[in-house]
């Protein structure tokens, strides 16, 4: 007696980290992961819903990668499905943006503006910069005078001229690829987020037992 084996197509998939879209909408596939799959499965995966957005949903919902290989196993059982990378996609709801009012877009700039300068100012205050100014002056010179302009107004474009370049951006303007600190510090901050975020709102990843 001839045993007939059936046929296990693998799928792989790579869940992605972060989704955003709007509001009540079906959420596919395709749209949360990369997909390699035999022809065949390919469109119907492409398409496939693995979560309707709900009206009750917080801003960021978590979806677990169990839940997609449930979904998957579901319509076709005759497959294999092998994941890579993450193992939960945050998906982002994005609201309407509200209309930015330009007299509290200025007072915030002008606030940042001055608080910025009242920091620098007292830093330079803290480390007597002035007296060093005026000791490099004389050094250079042989001259004591009280305000060494000569020394002080180019430091003050220095200062200008290396937050833009440390920051490598002058308005939306970058100047090479690499990296900024900030966009470093604020990568690293969303990967803590994620993480938390993964963890707390996935309700699937915690168990509660109950202790008598």
Same mark, same amino acid.
């Given at each position: 007696m001839q045993e007939v084996k059936m046929m296990v197509s693998?799928?792989?998939?790579?869940?992605?980290?972060?989704?955003e879209t709007k509001e009540c909408q079906k959420i596919t596939l395709s749209q949360t992961a990369q997909i390699i799959a035999p022809d065949?499965?390919?469109? &119907?995966?492409?398409?496939?819903?693995?979560? @309707?957005l709900k009206k009750v949903d917080n801003q960021l919902v978590v979806l677990d990668v169990m839940r997609i290989i449930n979904i998957i196993s579901v319509q076709f059982p005759n497959s294999?499905?092998?994941?890579?990378?993450?193992?939960?996609?945050?998906?982002?709801?994005?609201? &309407? %943006?509200?209309?930015?009012?330009w007299p509290l877009f200025l007072f915030v700039w002008i606030l940042l503006f001055i608080g910025?300068?009242?920091?620098?100012?007292?830093?330079?205050?803290e480390v007597s910069m002035q007296i060093v100014h005026q000791k490099l002056?004389?050094?250079?010179?042989? %001259?004591e005078v009280a305000k060494p302009l000569l020394l002080q107004i180019p430091y003050s474009f220095g200062i200008g001229m290396g937050m833009i370049l440390f920051f490598n951006h002058i308005f939306k303007k970058r100047f090479n690829e690499e990296p900024s600190p900030l966009e470093i510090e604020m990568f690293n901050y969303q990967q803590d987020i994620d993480h938390y975020v993964s963890i707390k709102e996935n309700? @699937?990843?915690?168990?509660?037992?109950?202790v008598d």
């Open positions: 693998t799928i792989y998939i790579r869940m992605r980290s972060r989704v065949q499965y390919f469109p &119907d995966l492409h398409k496939l819903v693995v979560y @309707e294999e499905v092998q994941t890579i990378g993450p193992t939960q996609t945050i998906i982002e709801i994005i609201k &309407d %943006k509200k209309i930015t009012s910025s300068g009242l920091a620098i100012l007292n830093f330079h205050e002056y004389w050094i250079i010179t042989g %001259k309700n @699937e990843s915690v168990k509660h037992l109950d």
